[in-house]
């Protein structure tokens, strides 16, 4: 089963970055490569970890001729095929193992042009703060955008310190967050941190997201045991980058989970696709399969069960008024990856003539 024959400190070193027996798995096809986990990004040099440690790495230029789209280059997050080269502490990759869930920006232009800000995240901590911070159509959309993902949203309501009524604010979130586990706590104080604790299995990588100011950093700290990321207000003007040569954007937490800590990570560029929005409003999906018309758009139609709801009170409004501008812009969206796909298709025959795509042969 060990094709890959790793020493058992290689192991362990793998391990603490999330390596598992599906990864060995999957790594079987890459027999001549050695396996390793992108921890942080410069543009096109990565940070990387592989069974000996920490190394940096670029693409093969193989890997770059037959990347179609900027979202088959490496992100952090993503398990990878490489080759270190002797007597360097670098490395080139060849290839990016299956991504169990990827976060992508949205980018303004094509869709060949957006960009993987973070890959493999089992659990995404969506965080907002209990002050002015707090918005239910913003949860709404970064929920939509995590379902969009793969990966499973905790939705996060930080300063409870601040807050009176918690209570009702975490029943709000729960109402337009079905089956999301909601949490209220305290980065600050330490109030309701024991009950991260279920997400946190070792080699289980966290995300976590939400807006300038609500406690990413302070939280990140605590849960860390240590000061890893500055917390606004102390943080130097110039310091804004923090980056360093030991900067991380992904890091091992003491108990054995790994923390994705990215800069396009921190505040996504929220976006909708299809099936995200179908989780993000099971409600309406489900009371609309009581419409009278299959097409029911839910404005004026006759035997309509959504506006039902809304004048019956059991509905909220505003609810249905996010629902609708989500479908605008997943109309949006499928007109330009239809664009796109074309575009990708056409690209893809004018390569067929060149040499076959399985030659591994070929080096950098
Ligand atoms: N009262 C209270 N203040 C908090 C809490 N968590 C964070 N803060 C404060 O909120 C401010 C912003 O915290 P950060 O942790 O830097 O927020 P951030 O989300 O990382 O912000 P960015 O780095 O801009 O994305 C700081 O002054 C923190 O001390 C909390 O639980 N309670
Ligand atoms: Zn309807």
Redesign the pocket.
């Known amino acids: 089963m060990t094709l890959l024959k790793l020493k058992q400190e290689q192991l362990a070193r793998l391990t603490a970055f999330g390596w598992n027996e599906q990864r060995e798995a999957e790594m079987g096809m890459y027999g001549e490569y050695e396996p390793a986990r992108v921890i942080a990004q410069h543009s096109n040099l990565y940070r990387i970890v592989t069974g000996s440690g920490e190394l940096t790495a670029e693409v093969s230029g193989k890997f770059q001729f037959e990347a179609a789209a900027r979202s088959d280059y490496p992100a952090v997050g993503d398990w990878l095929a490489v080759k270190e080269l002797p007597g360097e502490s670098r490395a080139i990759i060849h290839a990016v193992l299956p991504r169990r869930s990827a976060m992508i920006r949205k980018a303004a232009g094509p869709m060949v042009a957006e960009q993987v800000i973070g890959a493999n995240i089992d659990v995404l901590f969506i965080?907002n703060?209990l002050n002015d911070d707090f918005n239910l159509r913003k949860i709404e959309r970064y929920l939509v955008a995590a379902w969009d993902s793969g990966a499973t949203p905790v939705v996060l309501l930080?300063?409870?310190?601040?807050c009176s009524d918690t209570a009702a604010r975490i029943a709000d979130v729960e109402a337009v967050a079905p089956g999301v586990p909601v949490h209220a706590?305290?980065?600050?104080?330490g109030g309701g941190i024991d009950a991260l604790a279920s997400y946190m299995r070792p080699g289980s990588t966290i995300g976590v997201t939400?807006?300038?100011?609500?406690?990413?950093?302070?939280?990140l700290n605590r849960l860390a045991g240590e000061e890893l990321?500055q917390?606004?207000?102390i943080?130097e003007d110039d310091a804004r980058g923090r980056h360093t040569t030991t900067h991380r954007e992904l890091f091992p937490l003491p108990g054995g989970a790994l923390m994705m800590d990215t800069p396009g990570m921190?505040?996504l560029q929220l976006w909708e696709a299809d099936e995200g929005r179908e989780e993000a409003f099971a409600d309406i999906e489900a009371l609309a399969l009581s419409c009278r018309f299959r097409d029911c758009r839910h404005e004026s139609e006759l035997g309509c069960a959504v506006k039902a709801a809304v004048q019956d009170g059991s509905l909220d409004s505003r609810r249905l008024g996010s629902y609708r501008k989500t479908g605008r812009e997943l109309a949006h969206q499928a007109r330009k990856e239809r664009a796109v796909s074309q575009r990708l298709k056409k690209n893809a025959a004018k390569r067929q003539p060149a040499a076959g795509r399985n030659d591994r042969s070929v080096e950098d």
Do not use: M
Request: hydrophobic share 30%.
């Open positions: 965080v703060a930080t300063k409870s310190d601040l706590i305290s980065a600050l104080q939400g807006s300038s100011g609500v406690g990413k950093s302070t939280l990321q917390v606004q207000g943080r921190r505040e």
